[in-house]
């Protein structure tokens, strides 16, 4: 696990004690967590204490454990639903080390089904996610610059700008970049 400078610290210590509560509530020790999302217990005790910050691969793992998407998670710990969501209230979240950065457009909402992320990732990057937060979850996908490839449950895409990739997750995926060129893309998730 890597240690990640994210654009609001404020953001990483409400993560911290989502996730903490989150375990707490299923009544699972440490080391019942680790088992179930494969990350070490040393590093889950980091996190739940905000030592360090998640990576998108870490939180990937964590939320498949506790069957909730990432964006159900990051509703968890910010403020209340609101109709209209100016830019300068997106909630953005940086993984550094794996050059992603996520600015929740549209947030899911207890009253919406869908969600709208807008998504970058840096050149030469890759980001795998070993299983979907719950089986079937619908993503719409479209690329807006750059190029990106996607493999999903074990069927690789190459996307170009335009290009809308639809699937449901049921299993891995994997999200990489050639080094040439980053891709900023629109992630709908329903």
């Known amino acids: 696990m890597e240690n990640t400078i994210p654009s609001d610290a404020g953001l990483d210590r409400r993560i911290a004690g989502r996730l903490k509560a989150l375990r707490q509530e299923r009544g699972w020790p440490l080391d ?17 204490n905000a030592e360090v910050s998640a990576t998108a691969s870490v939180l990937g793992k964590l939320c ?5 998407t ?7 710990v910010e403020d209340e639903f609101a109709p209209l969501v100016p830019q300068q209230a997106q909630a953005v979240w940086v993984d550094d080390s794996a050059g992603f950065r996520r600015r929740s457009v549209s947030p899911p909402a207890q009253q919406l089904a869908g969600e709208v992320l807008a998504c970058e990732l840096a050149a030469g990057a890759r980001i795998a996610y070993e299983r979907s937060p719950r089986a079937g979850l619908e993503h719409h996908l479209l690329m807006l610059e750059g190029e990106l490839s996607i493999t999903v449950d074990g069927q690789a895409y190459r996307l170009a700008p335009g290009d809308c990739l639809r699937y449901q997750l049921f299993g891995a995926s994997e999200f990489s970049t050639p080094p040439h060129t980053g891709a900023r893309y629109l992630l709908f998730i329903v």
């Open 32 to 48: 019942e967590l680790a088992r179930r999302a494969g990350v070490s217990r040393a590093t889950l005790s980091r996190l739940e």
């Open 64 to 68: 498949a454990a506790y069957g909730l």
């Open 70 to 76: 990432m964006s159900r998670l990051m509703l968890m």
